[in-house]
């Protein structure tokens, strides 16, 4: 089947928050992690690459990010999505200009727009700047991130140094005149050399708006809320068949196993309440890690009842975390836990573990690459964002959730399993 849109996500968990809220359509939706080797086949209408690339080195992620593009092109695409964080996760360096850019050059289009708006999760934007919730981008919890820490609410600026031109505006009082006015103010900044426009969202309809004034764009650029308009518009435009198949959810046995490495405030949060539920549950440390490795972890894995659904974190405290990061630095503190959850979740599939919950953007692409998936099928929504997702790993059929460190309840961890 030829691929209607091809969307490009910078990790593991916003691939995933993207392809569910495009599933809400009711249109089947196939999950790629990493490029694929093999030309396309039996592809979905919808096609979403998963890469890791939101804190690689500028060249690798934009290596990365066209050999994806090239894949979807190659599938059928002809409009492309490229998908970061509803918070704008990245450094002063990149990777979100300077991977839009070379995505706009390859595709010869010469403006796109950034939206990260995600207002079902709390993510809006207005005049320009970034909220979590009532704060303040660079007022809220992100502004400690261990990898991107976010010092700068303002959209713009955030965006300048990480492109080579003009950066503009689009805010809100025109967005609230509809779509003419928004492809009319696109025109006149287009006729003024702006390349790259943020665009105002509080509301879901201001996403309908922008969606169906950019729905032609070669590229549109944004957070995953503005994406879950399109399937409806295309539809719309004769461009989407209406009876495409949906995925289908394979029953699954109830063992499982939890994996938090998100250490964002709302990760925190879950992890404590459902340590209050008694379920097992092991914390591990980067310093630990470094000492004796995860065979201890490991151990503990193998001698717990996977139908409790016990849980392994690394989850901790904002100063718990810059410790680790002074005595170890960043990247080595972040690959510990990374390698050690990962070999957490190949030890409980092993043992009959096929429900596998796990938190945390990089952690999910260490689990997902350790777990040997390349494809997802997408299943039913915990939380906004967050699908349960299925897929083969060593000759099992399994359940993944992928859960970005801020999405979801604080009883997410016993929702999603409840889901199941």
Not at 1 to 27: E, Q
Not at 63 to 70: T, V
Not at 333 to 341: I, N, P, R
Request: aromatic share 6%.
């Amino acid at each position: 089947m030829t691929t209607v849109l091809g969307c490009i996500a910078d990790d593991f968990t916003g691939a995933t928050d993207l392809a569910g809220l495009l599933a809400r359509s009711g249109v089947r939706v196939s999950l790629r992690i990493g490029v694929p080797t093999e030309p396309p086949a039996d592809t979905a209408p919808f096609e979403v690459i998963a890469l890791k690339c939101r804190t690689a080195p500028v060249a690798e992620a934009v290596a990365d990010c066209r050999a994806a593009l090239d894949w979807l092109r190659s599938a059928g695409a002809e409009r492309f999505f490229w998908k970061y964080c509803s918070t704008f996760d990245s450094t002063p360096q990149g990777n979100i200009g300077p991977v839009a850019e070379a995505l706009m050059a390859d595709l010869g289009t010469v403006q796109t727009i950034y939206c990260p708006a995600f207002p079902e999760n709390g993510r809006s934007v207005y005049m320009g700047n970034l909220f979590v919730g009532r704060q303040p981008l660079a007022e809220s919890p992100m502004k400690d991130h261990p990898l991107t820490p976010m010092r700068d609410s303002n959209l713009m600026r955030l965006l300048e140094p990480q492109v080579t031109k003009p950066v503009g505006l689009i805010d809100r009082s025109c967005v609230a005149e509809g779509a003419k006015a928004v492809q009319k103010a696109l025109a006149a900044l287009q006729t003024e050399g702006v390349a790259h426009v943020v665009v105002d969202a509080v509301a879901n309809a201001d996403l309908e708006t922008i969606a169906r004034a950019c729905r032609d764009m070669p590229l549109i650029t944004g957070g995953s809320a503005l994406a879950m308009p399109l399937p409806a518009l295309y539809r719309a435009d004769d461009v989407l068949s209406s009876d495409v198949p949906s995925a289908e959810v394979p029953e699954t046995t109830d063992k499982s196993i939890l994996l938090s490495g998100s250490c964002s405030a709302m990760t925190n949060r879950q992890v404590a309440r459902y340590l209050e539920t008694g379920a097992p549950a092991l914390k591990v440390d980067p310093l630990s890690l470094a000492d004796a490795g995860p065979d201890a972890a490991l151990g503990w894995v193998a001698e717990q009842d996977l139908a409790k659904a016990p849980l392994v974190y690394a989850t901790a405290e904002p100063v718990e975390v810059k410790a680790a990061q002074e005595k170890l630095g960043q990247a080595r503190a972040g690959a510990l836990v990374e390698k050690a959850l990962a070999a957490c979740a190949v030890a409980a599939r092993d043992a009959g573990a096929r429900r596998f919950v796990v938190a945390g953007g990089e952690t999910s692409g260490a689990v997902t690459q350790a777990l040997g998936v390349d494809r997802l099928e997408i299943g039913r929504e915990i939380a906004p964002g967050v699908p349960w997702t299925f897929c083969d790993s060593c000759g099992h059929r399994i359940a993944l959730a992928l859960k970005s460190g801020n999405f979801g309840s604080q009883q997410f961890f016993t929702e999603a399993l409840e889901v199941l």
